[in-house]
C-alpha cells in the first residue's frame, strides 16, 4: 500500500501539471477503451457473476453487479459526459485588488489524492475515476470483492486510455482486493497520502470509516428524506409531487420516506394522497389520523419515523402546520432533502430558512437531489456533511482553492 | 461535558434563527462589557500571571498571557470590526435557473458548534468567541489551564453581553479547566455536538488533535514560508521584500524562514540582502555558498531547511532557477506561504502555478499572509489544509451552505 500511496502521489504532481485538455483527451481514450474491449469486461464480469450467485448474493445485489451492453455503454457515455463539464481547475473563483494594489485570487486547485471505497456496483470504479481525473486529483480505488474482475477490467480501460496519452496509469489504481487489511490502511495509515477518502456503500461501510479514518472524509449517509404538505397547497401538485417523490425510483437517495400533511388539510389532501400512493403500490404506515383514511393503510411504529426504506414504503403523518412539520424533521430526519408544498410564501419561507438540510425544495420533487438534475454534471455522491462539500459531490466539490496574490515589491508596514 | 453539548446545540439553534443585527447587538454589548469589566479582567490576570511565575512559564509565555489596558482596548476594537464585516449567514454564494423553470440557490449557513481549543493568550477566549458568534455558530471554547481566570473573566463579559440582547448565554461557552478530560471528550466524545475543532496552539496539541479527533478540524499547521528571489529580480525589491518577510514580525505564522537565491543573482543580489538580514540582527544559517559573503553567516545543517524558527533566524541557500527553488519548497515547505521576487512573468507563473501551498505570492511580502491583509477581516488562523477551508480561516470559511430550490410543481422525469 505504501507503494501504491507514493505512486498516487508522483501521478497527482503530474496532473497538477497538465491541462484540463490532455486529462479531456485521456477521458475520451478511456471511453473507447471500454467500448472496445467491452467482451473482456463482460468476461470479467461473468466471473464475478457466478462467484455471487455460489456465494448467496441477493437478486438485487446481483442486479447491481450485472453489466451487459447498454450498461457498459452506459459507462462510456457517463465518461463523455465528464468531459463536457467544465474544467474546475486553475477557475478563478474570486478576485479583488487591495488598497495597495495587490491583487488577490482565489483559484481552484485539485484537492490531490482521493480515496473511494466502494461497494458492488463496479460501474463506480469508471465513475468516481473520471471525475477525479477530471478535477486534476489522483484516485486510489478499492471495490467489493464481489466486484473484482468487473472492476479490474473497467480500470484495466482507465489505464490503457491514461497509457495512451502519456498520463501515468497510476493516476487512477486500484487496490487488490485480496489486500484484506487495505481498506483499514486507506483509512487511516496512509495519512501521508491520503488527501480525503469518498465512502460509497451501506451502513457498516459508512459506520467503520467514520470510527477508524484519519483523513477527511467526505460522507454520504442516509437520506430519510421528507415532503410536508402544507394546508396551503395546491391539492393536484402535492399529490404529484409526492408520488413522484416516493415511487418514480424508491431505491435512490432523495426518494421520500416520510410524508406529512399539514392537519388543516387532512380532510381536503390526505385521502387523494394516500389512495395514489396505495394504487401505485406503495406500502403506508400511517399515524392513526392517516390510516382513519384508508383501510389498506398499516399503522406506523416510531421506527418508521427514522427509516430509510429505499423501497415501496412511505411512512405517514398528519402534523400540526409547518412548525410541527419542521421539528419532525428535525428529530427523525437525516439532513439530506426535504420538501415543502404549499402555496403560501410565508410557510415556504419559514421551511426553506429553517430546515437544516443539504437541500431543501419548495413546490418540487425530492427526487431532484442529484447533481445532474442540479446543473452540475456527474457526481460522486450527495454529502450530509456540513464541512467542505454539502449536498451533490461533482468535480468543482473535488478540488480546493490556493491564494495567488501579485505584488508590485508591496512589504507590510 | 454532555450537558455543555446539549446546550450548545439548543443554542445554535436559536443562533440559525437570529437575525445578523442581533447577533451584532450581542457583540456590541460584549465590547462594552470588557471595557466596563476592565478591572475584574486585570485582577483575574494578576492571579494568572502570579501562578505563571511561581509555575515557571518563560519570560515569552508570560508576555502572551499578560493583559493590560491597551491589549483590554485591544480586544474590544477587535470585537467591534467583527461587528463591522458582513453577515455571511444567509448570504447567496451563486444562483441559476434549471431549464425546468427550478430556482437554484445556494445559501450560506453557519456550520454549527465550533469547538476551539487554545493555549496561553487569553485574548483568544474573545477573538474565536466573536468570531463564532458573527458566523452564527455556537462555540465550545477551551483555554490552557495557566489563562484559566483571565479567560473565565473575559468569558464573564461574553455571557454579560448576549444575556443583555437575549441570546442564550450558552452560545458561548468555557469549559472547565478543572475537567482535565475535557480536550480528549471534545476531540472524539462529543461528535454528537460539535460539527468542527479549532486548534489554537503548540506542535503537541495539533499533534493530539490529529491523533485523536473524530470531528472534522480546520488545523493550523507550521508556516515554514519561503522567499525565493530569482535571477531576474530588482536589487531593490528583493532586499525590502526579504527584509520585511524575515524581520518585520518574527513571531507570526507568516514569516520567512527560508530565503532562497538564484545562482544566476548570487554575484549580485546575495551580498546585499544577507548584510541587511544579519545587520537588523537576524542570524542567517546558509549553505557553503552563502556562508563565503559575509564571515557572520553560520553553516546550515539539515535540520534548519525544515525548521519554523519563529524567530530572527534564517537559512539561506543558492539554487539553481526556479524549478529547484519549486522543488525545495515541495520537500522542506509547511505548504503556508511562499513569495517569489523577480520580474520575468514566466518565471512568476510557474512559480505561482506550481507552488502547492495555501497562498503563493509575487513581488509582495509573506508577512502579508493574514486576513485582515487580505480584506476579509478577522480570522481564527492561517488553515494548512485544503480541505473546507485553505489560508485566511475567517467567517466565511466558518459556514458551511444549502441548496435552496424554489419550484411550482415540478416532478422528475
Known amino acids: 500500500m505504501d507503494g501504491i500511496g507514493r505512486a498516487a502521489v508522483e501521478a497527482e504532481r503530474v496532473l497538477a501539471r497538465s491541462s484540463g485538455e490532455s486529462r479531456n483527451q485521456a477521458l475520451r481514450a478511456i471511453a473507447a477503451a471500454l467500448r472496445s474491449n467491452q467482451a473482456q469486461i463482460l468476461a470479467a464480469n461473468a466471473r464475478d457473476l457466478k462467484a455471487g450467485e455460489a456465494g448467496g448474493l441477493s437478486n438485487a445485489a446481483l442486479d447491481r453487479l450485472m453489466l451487459d451492453d447498454a450498461r457498459i455503454e452506459g459507462m462510456a457515455r457517463a465518461v463523455e459526459e465528464v468531459i463536457a463539464l467544465p474544467d474546475p481547475v486553475g477557475t478563478i473563483a474570486a478576485e479583488w485588488v487591495r488598497p495597495n494594489g495587490m491583487r488577490i485570487q482565489r483559484v481552484r486547485v485539485p484537492l490531490g489524492v482521493i480515496g473511494i471505497i466502494y461497494e458492488s456496483r463496479p460501474n463506480v470504479t469508471c465513475d468516481a475515476g473520471a471525475l477525479c481525473?477530471?478535477?486534476?486529483?489522483?484516485?486510489?480505488?478499492?471495490?467489493?470483492?464481489?466486484?473484482?474482475?468487473?472492476?479490474?477490467?473497467?480500470?484495466?480501460?482507465?489505464?490503457?486510455?491514461?497509457?495512451?496519452?502519456?498520463?501515468?496509469?497510476?493516476?487512477?489504481?486500484?487496490?487488490?482486493?485480496?489486500?484484506?487489511?487495505?481498506?483499514?490502511?486507506?483509512?487511516?495509515?496512509?495519512?501521508?497520502?491520503?488527501?480525503?477518502?469518498?465512502?460509497?456503500?451501506?451502513?457498516?461501510?459508512?459506520?467503520?470509516?467514520?470510527?477508524?479514518?484519519?483523513?477527511?472524509?467526505?460522507?454520504?449517509?442516509?437520506?430519510?428524506?421528507?415532503?410536508?404538505?402544507?394546508?396551503?397547497?395546491?391539492?393536484?401538485?402535492?399529490?404529484?409531487?409526492?408520488?413522484?417523490?416516493?415511487?418514480?425510483?424508491?431505491?435512490?437517495?432523495?426518494?421520500?420516506?416520510?410524508?406529512?400533511?399539514?392537519?388543516?388539510?387532512?380532510?381536503?389532501?390526505?385521502?387523494?394522497?394516500?389512495?395514489?400512493?396505495?394504487?401505485?403500490?406503495?406500502?403506508?404506515?400511517?399515524?392513526?389520523?392517516?390510516?382513519?383514511?384508508?383501510?389498506?393503510?398499516?399503522?406506523?411504529?416510531?421506527?418508521?419515523?427514522?427509516?430509510?426504506?429505499?423501497?415501496?414504503?412511505?411512512?405517514?403523518?398528519?402534523?400540526?402546520?409547518?412548525?410541527?412539520?419542521?421539528?419532525?424533521?428535525?428529530?427523525?430526519?437525516?439532513?439530506h432533502t426535504e420538501s415543502i408544498v404549499t402555496e403560501d410564501p410565508m410557510a415556504a419561507e419559514k421551511f426553506l430558512t429553517r430546515v437544516d438540510s443539504a437541500i431543501v425544495l419548495h413546490n418540487a420533487s425530492t427526487q431532484f437531489a442529484d447533481g445532474g438534475e442540479f446543473g452540475m454534471g456527474a457526481e460522486i455522491g450527495i454529502s450530509t456533511d456540513k464541512f467542505h462539500a454539502r449536498g451533490p459531490v461533482g468535480v468543482e466539490q473535488l478540488t480546493s482553492y490556493k491564494y495567488v496574490v501579485r505584488g508590485s515589491g508591496q512589504v507590510r508596514r
Open 133 to 335: 481525473l477530471k478535477s486534476g486529483n489522483a484516485a486510489i480505488l478499492r471495490c467489493g470483492s464481489e466486484s473484482q474482475h468487473s472492476s479490474a477490467a473497467i480500470h484495466a480501460c482507465m489505464a490503457e486510455g491514461l497509457r495512451e496519452v502519456g498520463l501515468p496509469e497510476t493516476c487512477v489504481q486500484l487496490v487488490p482486493t485480496t489486500d484484506r487489511a487495505a481498506v483499514g490502511c486507506m483509512l487511516a495509515g496512509m495519512t501521508d497520502y491520503i488527501d480525503v477518502i469518498v465512502p460509497r456503500g451501506g451502513k457498516s461501510l459508512i459506520a467503520r470509516v467514520q470510527q477508524e479514518a484519519r483523513v477527511p472524509v467526505i460522507g454520504h449517509l442516509e437520506g430519510n428524506c421528507h415532503v410536508y404538505v402544507d394546508g396551503a397547497a395546491d391539492l393536484n401538485m402535492a399529490r404529484a409531487i409526492v408520488l413522484n417523490a416516493k415511487m418514480r425510483r424508491t431505491g435512490i437517495c432523495g426518494a421520500a420516506e416520510t410524508l406529512l400533511v399539514d392537519a388543516a388539510a387532512a380532510r381536503t389532501h390526505l385521502a387523494p394522497i394516500v389512495k395514489d400512493l396505495l394504487d401505485a403500490g406503495c406500502e403506508v404506515r400511517g399515524d392513526a389520523r392517516v390510516a382513519q383514511v384508508d383501510r389498506r393503510v398499516r399503522l406506523a411504529t416510531a421506527a418508521d419515523w427514522s427509516t430509510e426504506y429505499l423501497d415501496a414504503i412511505i411512512a405517514a403523518k398528519v402534523v400540526d402546520g409547518v412548525d410541527e412539520a419542521i421539528e419532525h424533521i428535525r428529530r427523525y430526519g437525516s439532513a
